[in-house]
């Protein structure tokens, strides 16, 4: 058997076991608590692109939302547990998660800012939105 038969037996393999359980791609890859992120956050984006209001955002959060247009064409990354060495002006905030956001929105021009970090706080009643880090595009070359 050669190694592309291989990688798609695999592959069949991961996602008919997927199905199967009901667990979904990204629990398996992040685990339920990081798939619960992934979530979150896409909701989160929705509802911002949308101009809605929403109660994903921590009642002492100090995340900048700006407007709906800035969350247009973004989407859910990589979730990870906090790591303050590297978020030092989130430290104080006590985020338990940060995910990045991918994607650009339309129309953005060199030295334009959008949503590019978000930092959640857990709460009993889930995940709440403390913290938005903000990136600036950047054009090389």
Known sequence: MSSVQRAVLVSVALVMSVSLTGCSIDSVVWGADGARVIQTT????????????????????????????DWVGLSAGEPEHFF????????????????????LPAGLTPGSAFPGDVFYRETAA????????????????
């Open 126 to 141: 889930g995940l709440c939105v403390i913290d938005i880090a903000w990136s600036n595009l950047v054009i090389e070359g």
């Open 84 to 103: 303050a060495d590297y978020w030092d002006e989130q430290v104080p905030l006590d985020p338990q998660w940060n995910i990045n956001l991918e994607g």
């Open 42 to 69: 896409e909701e989160l984006i929705d509802a911002m692109a949308e101009g809605d209001t929403t109660d994903l955002v921590c009642a002492d959060s100090v995340a900048e939302l700006g407007e709906p247009s």
